[in-house]
Every structure is written in C-alpha cells, then in structure tokens.
C-alpha cells in the first residue's frame, strides 16, 4: 500500500476495478452505496447513477476508478475510523445491486486508520457534492 492508498477512505482491489469495469460495459454511470445492514448485510451496493438518489445525510467518502462512493451519515459514524476496501468474491450480489446475477459480487474490507493517520485523511462532503 502506498502512502496516497493509506490516506484514502475508500479503494478498491484489482479485482474489484476489474469488476467495475466491466459492469460498466453494461451501465457507463454507476455509484456505490455502502450497505448498512438489513437484507444485504454490509455490502457496498452497485447502482446506476439516477437509480439511487444520493441524500443529503450520505457522505462521500471518495472515488474509486472514477466511480463515486457513498455511505450513511449514521455508519459513516462508526466506521470513521477505518479505511474501506473493496474486493470481489464469489457468490450472488445484492438483490438491487448491479452485481447480482453475475456469479461474484463486491464485499467491503476494512482497516483501521491509526495514529495520526485518521487525522490526515481528507474531509468528506455530504450529499451529492
């Protein structure tokens, strides 16, 4: 992990890149919203731009190949103290995300910032700024 990936709230494995690229073959303009729970569990849900309206209480917490990524104000409390990662695994995706029915989904990784590094990280903007 370099430097600029330590100070990063979000990135993404190579095979999960690789997996974004190729659903947006299908839909050119995709976000990401992390799941808070319920019937997906925690994982980072894929949607096309226009299909999910970003609120004004969801925090975005960076890019990942061009492609932006969300998450609750509420979970963005408790997990800001770490960095997500995600990654691709086998199996079925989220009942409305883009990577169901395509036999491997996203899952969200995390590690813990530590030290002074929580505190270099960049501040976020909330809504879809």
């Known amino acids: 992990m370099t430097d600029d990936e330590k100070e990063l709230r979000v990135l993404a ?3 999960a890149i690789e997996f974004i690229r190729e659903i947006r073959r299908d ?6 919203h992390q799941s ?9 849900m894929c949607y096309p ?9 969801d925090v975005r917490l960076g890019e990942i190949d061009g492609v932006p990524v969300y998450i609750s104000a509420s979970q963005y409390e408790v ?3 770490t960095q997500l990662i ?9 009942m409305f995300s883009l990577d ?3 036999e491997k989904r996203f899952l969200t ?11 270099a990280v960049q501040s976020l903007a909330r809504g879809g700024s």
């Open 109 to 119: 990784r995390s590690r813990l910032l530590g030290g002074g590094e929580a505190c």
């Open 49 to 57: 731009v226009g299909d999910y309206i970003v609120g004004d209480n």
């Open 13 to 15: 494995t190579d095979a």
């Open 100 to 102: 169901n029915g395509r």
């Open 27 to 32: 839909h050119p303009n995709i976000l990401f």
């Open 79 to 81: 997990w800001k103290h």
């Open 86 to 94: 995600i990654d691709v695994v086998p199996g079925r995706g989220g």
């Open 36 to 44: 808070g729970g319920c019937c997906d569990g925690s994982s980072p």
